[in-house]
């Protein structure tokens, strides 16, 4: 007498070993990871709209704060503080890349030895690019002017500009340089030109003009120090 060792399986019934991926599953698993791709680009698209937003906002003149940046990204203000904490870090942001290296800027005066030519250059650059940017300009100041520790974090596009212009005077004594630069620092800056434009009065022409003046005298006097 024969003795079975397995019943066989019913008429419609699978022979799929328990624990085998069915082909319904298996065609399921691969599509799993759509939707997280799907997420990432979106958030790189909402990302790259609010800094859009920003640099929108810069080019207009328009006042940029959290909430205006918000609404030209057509998001939800919550939404821009997602992406990023605080109006400091949006700036900085948006900041990046937008300045020309200094030695691209200062092309023109590359060839020429003369520091005061060069710094005069230099400054001018820097404050026509202050004037395009002011609201961004503006807004990064009022962010982190109250605030000693996000203070530091501010652009410092100014001192880039300044080392490239004094490059001939390398071997000047290095006290007389490092104070030459910090001189230049206070006077080569958006608080300097925004002191000319918004307490004396001046145009942002006649602001950019003295305010070269200034830069370009500082220089003199420290090239010419017996």
Known sequence: MTTSTGAAPAPGASATAPGAPTASTASIAPASTAPTAGRVNQKARTRAAILRAVQDLARDG????MPSVARAALVSEATAYRYFPD??????AADAGVWPDP????APVAGRDDPVERVG????VLFTGILARQSAVRAMIAASITRPDVAARRPGHRFAFIDHALAPLAGTEPEVL????RDLAVVMSAEALFVLTDLCGLS???A???AVRTARSLTAAAVRRP
């Open 103 to 106: 030695a691209e800027a200062l």
């Open 87 to 92: 109006l400091v870090s949006l700036l900085l």
């Open 208 to 210: 950019v003009a003295s």
């Open 62 to 65: 328009a006042e940029i704060t």
């Open 178 to 181: 490092a104070q030459l630069k």
């Open 121 to 124: 250059y230099a400054a001018e």
């Open 204 to 206: 942002p022409q006649d």
